[in-house]
């Protein structure tokens, strides 16, 4: 039986409870005083004694209640504790100030092979000065890589502090991760996109080619290139094929290798080995292919490679295996390459400026965005979109395009695709104070769309359709003087020449539109 005694906290008193139970003869497996507590654990306690026992307790001057409980304050503390640690899917270990092990999760013990309490870090780890290290620097370390049983692994270590002194140093907690666990954290960081297919809004009839394509690309574990002019969101297509994949539970971890000089990009792609240059992270650093591990490795603006990194890549997706910088051990990785490009990379190989063989090992799949001019009415919509993100980004009241705005933006040629298309919004919804944004707002916002005024009767245009019609019907008739046939004109427009003629009929352009 276990019991609660209640009482008003006073000199002498727990001598008093204690000497009660002692004169009883009792087994004790445990007794906790937090006064004005104490809880015992009797399990040989009977009812006729436990009878005998409240009421001499209940003499004691200050006490004030006995009774019953199931589980006592320490007890259900160390369950939870346990609990804790059970379901922590890293290793993880708390040691003493002078290094030697307190208690370890599960998983640590089933890593380690056996349980660790009592013995010194320095019997743990392959590195023996690691231990010492983390001592003389009070458990307070940068995140570094080390051996534990021949797995590298990245070490987190927390100083515990304690006592009335918050500088006094009680210990130190210890976490293990796998490198792929710390690229779990870096992707959940960095991603702030819709998944799948719902980050690509538009239902022109491009797109839905776009995501039809996608669907299938994204079950089959191949490199896939994708190509697109800058601004078309080719990383937003990127992710949705690792969302749409088997490895969506995995890191999605991406670079660009034109932002890097080649050695930074280096480093950052393969990670680095133990003293590998001046100012290296000890025990090294893994790279972004190692983080991403059964994950998906994303290389934007691919055609800016240098020839060296083009040729250690080639070898990683030659045969899964990469060296560190400065290190002699071979790593392997399972990872998905996808890159992406605004450039030509097949004329880039015909010049010499973009190996032949890394563009064939990348082009196994392939990816064409379209750029934003040819996807008719979702400019408007995602610049409906892209207002409502910036008023609530700015905290203004919500406000709207005026109708007036719809030529405007459907004749632009949109250089910067979509992300110029976001700018300019947000720049007219920082600007425009009225509810109503018109085309003064977005000329304010410092659009250069002098070759896409609206005329006189355009700005009466009073719905989405009317503006998407008339925009149509202008760019018809200034194609179709260039390209005078529908096939003609449907390969220009990457339509079917059925739709082309259609429209040529429904908006009288052509000879045989004359005629009717």
Request: charged fraction near 25%; aromatic fraction near 6%; glycine fraction near 8%.
């Amino acid at each position: 039986m276990r019991i609660h005694v209640t009482f008003i906290d006073r000199v002498g008193i727990t001598q008093e409870v204690l000497a009660l139970l002692g004169a009883r003869n009792l087994n004790l497996d445990a007794v906790e005083m937090i006064p004005p507590n104490v809880y015992i654990d009797a399990p040989t306690l009977s009812q006729e004694v436990l009878d005998e026992l409240h009421d001499a307790l209940m003499n004691v001057r200050g006490v004030q209640a006995v009774e019953l409980v199931d589980i006592l304050p320490g007890q259900r503390r160390r369950l939870q504790l346990d609990a804790l640690l059970a379901a922590m899917r890293d290793p993880v270990l708390a040691v003493d100030p002078a290094g030697r092990v307190l208690l370890a999760n599960p998983t640590l013990i089933e890593l380690y092979g056996r349980e660790p309490a009592g013995l010194p870090l320095s019997e743990l780890f392959d590195d023996p000065q690691l231990a010492q290290t983390l001592i003389d620097k009070g458990f307070r370390l940068p995140m570094c890589e080390v051996s534990f049983r021949g797995q590298a692994l990245l070490l987190d270590a927390t100083p515990i502090s304690g006592g009335a002194d918050s500088s006094y140093l009680a210990g130190g907690l210890l976490t293990l991760y796998p490198p792929s666990r710390i690229g779990e954290h870096l992707a959940s960081l960095h991603h702030d996109h819709a998944e799948g297919l719902d980050a690509l809004l538009g239902r022109s009839a491009v797109l839905k080619q776009l995501k039809i394509r996608l669907r299938k690309v994204a079950s089959l574990d191949a490199p896939l290139l994708i190509q697109g002019e800058t601004g078309t969101g080719k990383e937003l297509v990127a992710r949705a094929c690792h969302a749409l994949s088997a490895r969506r539970d995995a890191p999605f971890l991406a670079l660009n290798c034109a932002a890097l000089p080649e050695s930074l990009a280096e480093s950052e792609l393969f990670g680095y080995a133990a003293g590998a240059f001046t100012g290296a992270q000890r025990g090294g650093k893994p790279g972004l292919l190692e983080l991403a591990d059964h994950g998906t490795v994303f290389l934007d603006e691919v055609g800016e490679m240098s020839p060296y990194l083009q040729a250690k890549l080639l070898r990683f997706l030659s045969d899964g295996c990469f060296r560190r910088i400065g290190g002699d051990r071979e790593v392997r990785v399972d990872v998905r390459v996808l890159c992406a490009t605004h450039r030509d990379l097949e004329r880039m190989v015909g010049e010499g400026a973009f190996r032949e063989d890394l563009y064939y090992r990348l082009n196994v799949l392939n990816l064409t965005v379209p750029p934003l001019r040819e996807r008719g009415q979702d400019i408007i919509l995602l610049a409906e979109h892209f207002l409502r993100q910036a008023c609530a980004q700015i905290q203004r009241p919500p406000c709207r395009l005026s109708p007036a705005t719809y030529p405007l933006l459907l004749g632009n040629r949109w250089a910067g695709n979509v992300r110029q298309l976001q700018n300019v919004i947000f720049r007219a919804a920082a600007i425009c104070e009225s509810e109503v944004i018109d085309c003064d707002s977005l000329e304010l916002a410092g659009t250069a769309l002098a070759d896409a005024q609206p005329q006189d009767d355009a700005l009466q245009v009073t719905s989405l359709e009317e503006a998407v019609q008339s925009f149509e019907k202008s760019l018809l008739e200034r194609l179709y003087s260039l390209y005078p046939s529908t096939r003609q004109l449907a390969a220009r427009l990457r339509t079917s020449h059925t739709a082309i003629g259609q429209r040529l009929r429904k908006y009288g352009i052509g000879p045989r539109a004359a005629q009717q």
